[in-house]
Structure formats: structure tokens, C-alpha cells
């Protein structure tokens, strides 16, 4: 069965970067489209980005256009999330979400495999 592994979440300053990672086992990596899900304290989870199998396009929310950028090593089956000018307000618990055949990709519902999540607290 596919396994995720988060890693690189941290303590940081506003306006620092951080870039996590997300390997994938399991799978055969290449045909599944990889999201990341950040879910903070007393509210719900949310999509961040996303990257279509295939070496497909990306998707964005609003609240990270042009700050996040999101990526994919099919040699080393691993998705990176590239987080830069970091905010308060990104502070969560960030997951990575894989599936095959995704219509809605910032709907949780539809990934089948997910990691255990790394946190991320940006503050001063």
C-alpha cells in the first residue's frame, strides 16, 4: 500500500522560507497527482497546492499565489512545497495528499493516501 513521509516543517520568522517534502512509496508515483492540506487549530483543513500526475499542471489557493510554489521529483519520488515570505497566518499542520484521478483537487475527499502531516509555525 502507498505510504507518504512529510518532513521539513519548523519554527519560523515571518518573511523566512521553509520547503517541505513529501516522499511517496508504494505508488507508482508518476500517475498519481500529489496536493498539499494544511489544517490549523479550530479550523478546517485546507488545500494548498497541487500537482497533476503525469507531470501535469499546478493549482494554487489564493492564499499562496505567488508565495508557494510546488514541484515534483519523479527520479526520487518526492513532491517539494517551496514556502516563501511566510506569514502568521500559514501556521498549520501541513499534509501531503496522493491519488490517481482527481476532479476537484483542493477536495480532501478524494485522495486515498496521505501522510502524517508536519507542522509549521511561523512567528515572531
Known amino acids: 500500500q502507498g505510504q507518504l513521509a512529510e518532513s521539513g516543517g519548523d519554527l519560523v520568522q515571518p518573511g523566512e522560507s521553509l520547503r517541505l517534502s513529501c516522499v511517496v512509496s508504494g505508488l507508482n508515483f508518476y500517475h498519481y497527482t500529489i496536493a498539499w492540506f494544511r489544517q490549523a487549530p479550530g479550523k478546517e483543513r485546507e488545500g494548498v497546492a497541487c500537482i497533476e500526475r503525469w507531470d501535469g499542471p499546478t493549482y494554487y489557493a489564493d492564499s499562496v499565489q505567488g508565495r508557494f510554489s510546488i514541484s515534483r521529483d519523479n527520479a526520487k519520488n518526492t513532491v517539494y512545497l517551496q514556502m516563501n515570505s511566510l506569514k502568521p497566518e500559514d501556521s498549520a499542520f501541513y499534509f501531503c495528499?496522493?491519488?490517481?484521478?482527481?476532479?476537484?483537487?483542493?477536495?480532501?475527499?478524494?485522495?486515498?493516501?496521505w501522510g502524517q502531516g508536519t507542522q509549521v509555525t511561523v512567528s515572531s
Open positions: 495528499a496522493a491519488d490517481e484521478q482527481i476532479g476537484n483537487h483542493f477536495d480532501g475527499a478524494e485522495y486515498e493516501y
